[in-house]
T-cell receptor, first 112, second 115 residues
Framework: ELKVEQNPLFLSMQEGKNYTIYCNYS?????LYWYRQDPGKSLESLFV?????AVKQEGRLMASLDTKARLSTLHITAAVHDLSATYFC????????????FGKGITLSVRP | DAEITQSPRHKITETGRQVTLACHQT?????MFWYRQDLGHGLRLIHY???????NKGEVSDGYSVSRSNTEDLPLTLESAASSQTSVYFC??????????????FGQGTRLTVV
């Protein structure tokens, strides 16, 4: 059974500083997704990582995937208040189809 | 623009009643999913479908059922609502891997309260 772990579950960040959050998973997969959720809202796709070594960047966020280590990292550069949200990673273990297993999410809060 | 819509957005129901949550997508996606979101648990898969007439149980399927009679819709039914089913429910859809964009797109969610 695929398990997806995210840590930490809550992170208080200071504006302007850099941080890294992690997503570990337990079985082989080369399809991993990062989503953002604002309070009371739906999930918004951030990054799609489809191969070992994949790296994607959008603004102050950069995501990478190491399928051998079963690890994805989300790096935050110079945190700003707008990045405050909950971030989920989801791993696809559906084989020819698709079935996402989600981590519990990491809630980021950026303080001045 | 293609989208995925859920209805109702909010519902309060009584214990023991049957409740159906609707999900409609215009992406023409083969794959559709229902998740529930609870504090401390993230999103957990309830049921999913890979096409018309196909349905599968997820990790928390007890007390729920789905049916897929067309590509666009995957309604979720709570056979006899229980307080433990108070949650926020999300529907999602995605394409078959290799057929274009692979990420799942989510509806706006339905907040269900069972009293």
């Amino acid at each position: 059974e695929l398990k997806v772990e995210q840590n930490p579950l809550f992170l208080s960040m200071q504006e302007g500083k850099n941080y890294t959050i992690y997503c570990n998973y337990s079985t082989t997969s080369d399809r991993l997704y990062w989503y953002r959720q604002d309070p009371g809202k739906s999930l918004e796709s951030l990054f799609v990582l489809l191969s070992n070594g994949a790296v994607k960047q959008e603004g102050r966020l950069m995501a990478s995937l190491d399928t051998k280590a079963r690890l994805s990292t989300l790096h935050i550069t110079a945190a700003v208040h707008d990045l405050s949200a909950t971030y989920f990673c989801a791993v696809d273990n559906g084989g020819a189809n698709s079935k996402l297993t989600f981590g519990k999410g990491i809630t980021l809060s950026v303080r001045p | 623009d293609a989208e995925i819509t859920q209805s109702p957005r909010h519902k309060i129901t009584e214990t023991g009643r049957q409740v159906t949550l609707a999900c409609h997508q215009t992406w023409n996606h083969n794959n559709m999913f229902w998740y529930r979101q609870d504090l401390g648990h993230g999103l957990r898969l309830i049921h999913y479908s890979y096409g018309v007439q196909d349905t599968n149980k997820g990790e928390v399927s007890d007390g729920y059922s789905v049916s897929r009679s067309n590509t666009e819709d995957l309604p979720l039914t709570l056979e006899s609502a229980a307080s433990s089913q108070t949650s926020v429910y999300f529907c999602a859809s995605s394409e078959i891997p290799g057929q274009g964009r692979t990420e799942a797109f989510f509806g706006q969610g339905t907040r269900l309260t069972v009293v």
